[in-house]
């Protein structure tokens, strides 16, 4: 991942600035969605967050701190931060005695993604300051290959074809979230308020699903195989307290993201299609133990939970797309995060940050989340910055994500009872 952050000496005029936003959007929309991942969030938006395990919500140092506090933008002087993170996931599954999804061991295919990232801040006066941002999520990106050896077919509900689940197609999923962030902030002597609406659009396209239609409350919006587009919006809040010289505490949250329905996936997502984006909350510390030298601790949550079509078990009795209809069973997940800086010198800053994330999916939902197999857990992470000229920073940032799996047994659609002597296992590493 790398990221060049220029420190503009002239205003940057707005036509510049809405340019490299639609710009970026653009090439967002078409480029891959996968990052690596707490659940589908990212665990750190541009080069520093990344490089710190994504840590940082109390020391506010670029312009994307936008994304993380918005009250951080105080502590940031005028910026154009621009980067590109190069994502490589790899994602797998196995299955044994099954007879809704095809037995054997593969793997998704499409394994290199970039993503772009924008930001810039700047000072209004002593005491306050603004910025915009473009950061997104991702995750939720399988490709699974058509199974086309006759051994390796369902032999169970729908007979046997090739295909995940069986229906003579190529399971995939591909989800996107893009956000636009314009925050203000504002210095109170040792403390420091921020708030940024935050609009959204996400878009996903899913096929290879035609055997749960008898499950669907709207088969013809089930599994088009089109990408289908959501809108909406929020809003983060954020703040920071400089308790003594040099340590400061931090806490931001930010609202569920309240997004139109994926019509062409009414049949799929419960409640008719409904997609909203979870709330989360974090909160952290910052230790300045010596003048170059900062260590940092933030713990998040993030409230999948609170979203049915994420967080409804897949054995609900209701039919796929009704508001009680089945979901993935991603429970809330607890994120810890430790990172530190060491300023060397003038010129070069080193960077190291560790995050673990609790699972936000059981053994009793594996089956469905074959398609969404976002089970990692732990980020090694580290990075530099070198400034390059007085006015221009190459940062650079690289993340090692050991696989990690989850197991459990098959379970068709809306079925309670597992086939007997079934095993599913789903795991994921990235780098």
């Known amino acids: 991942m790398a990221s060049v952050l220029l420190r503009a000496a002239a205003r940057v005029t707005k036509i510049t600035l809405t340019s490299i936003t639609l710009g970026l959007t653009a090439v967002w929309l078409a480029g891959g969605s996968a990052q690596a991942t707490d659940g589908y969030f990212q665990y750190g938006y541009g080069a520093r967050q990344s490089a710190l395990g994504g840590a940082g919500v109390a020391d506010s140092r670029d312009a994307m701190a936008l994304s993380l506090n918005p009250a951080g933008l105080v502590d940031v002087d005028r910026q154009l931060q621009l980067g590109v993170s190069l994502f490589m996931p790899y994602r797998s599954y196995t299955a044994t005695g099954t007879a809704f999804v095809a037995p054997g061991s593969y793997d998704s295919k499409g394994n290199i993604f970039p993503v772009p990232n924008m930001a810039y801040s700047a000072p209004i006066d002593g005491d306050s300051a603004w910025g915009i941002a473009l950061y997104g999520n991702g995750g939720m990106n399988t490709n699974w290959p058509n199974m086309n050896n006759p051994t390796n077919y369902c032999t169970g509900f729908f007979g046997s074809k090739p295909g995940v689940f069986c229906d003579g197609s190529q399971l995939h999923i591909d989800l996107m979230q893009a956000f636009i962030s314009v925050g203000y902030a504002r210095r109170f002597g040792a403390f420091s308020v921020g708030i940024a609406p935050v609009a959204a659009i996400q878009r996903i396209r899913v096929q290879g699903l035609t055997n749960f239609g008898t499950s669907s409350s709207d088969a013809a919006n089930l599994t088009s195989g089109d990408y289908s587009y959501s809108y909406g919006g929020g809003l983060h809040l954020g703040a920071q307290w400089k308790v003594m010289p040099n340590v400061r505490i931090g806490f931001s949250g930010q609202t569920p993201m309240w997004m ?3 019509h062409k996936y009414a049949g799929l997502f419960a409640d008719g299609g409904n997609f909203d984006i979870p709330a989360n909350l974090t909160a952290g510390v910052a230790w300045d133990v010596m003048p170059n030298v900062t260590l940092m601790a933030d713990y998040k949550h993030i409230f999948y939970g609170s979203v049915a079509s994420i967080a409804n078990p897949m054995t609900s009795p209701a039919l796929l797309g009704q508001s009680n209809g089945s979901g993935f069973g991603w429970h809330d997940i607890d994120i810890f995060k430790i990172g530190a800086e060491w300023r060397a010198t003038p010129k070069w800053t080193l960077r190291v940050g560790y995050s673990h994330n609790t699972n ?12 969404a197999p976002g089970v990692v857990t732990d980020h090694f992470t580290g990075g530099f910055a070198y400034k390059a ?6 940062e650079f940032a690289a993340a090692y994500v050991p696989p990690n799996s989850v197991n459990g047994p098959e379970k068709a659609g809306t079925k309670a009872s597992a086939t007997p002597g079934s095993h599913n296992d789903i795991s994921m590493q990235q780098f």
């Open 389 to 394: 000229t007085p006015h221009s920073i190459l």
């Open 360 to 371: 936000p999916i059981t053994a009793a939902d594996v089956t469905f989340n074959i398609m």
């Open 260 to 262: 139109t329905k994926f």
